[in-house]
């Protein structure tokens, strides 16, 4: 016998479907028939989004430190890869007439 592909759902459909796992208006069961999705599976769903719904109301000025940081490594990256360009056309310019470069 082969196995099956597996199935892969979106986050936003484990979203909806944990949202309503939570909700309470449904049993896991109706819900696991209505999205056809194995009832230990939305549980899981729901219980990561319990574990990860702290860190939306995360403390932002970490959030606000690792977008610096991010910020800070980009532009020094821009800046590196600018030079190099820079040296780039340099070193084409000594190497190649201006006849050549007009293809």
Do not use: C
Request: no cysteine.
């Amino acid at each position: 016998m082969s196995k099956g592909k597996r199935d892969t759902f979106t986050s936003e459909f484990k979203f909806k479907v944990a949202i309503e796992a939570m909700s309470g208006d449904k049993t896991l069961a109706q819900l696991a028939n209505e999205y056809h999705v194995h009832p230990s599976q939305i549980t899981k769903w729901k219980e990561q989004l319990k574990g990860s719904a702290s860190a939306v109301f995360g403390s932002p000025s970490r959030r606000k430190k690792k977008e610096t940081i991010t910020e800070a490594s980009l532009m020094e990256k821009v800046g590196r890869l600018t030079v190099e360009v820079d040296w780039l056309k340099k070193t084409l310019e000594l190497r190649i007439s201006p006849e050549e470069l007009n293809f």
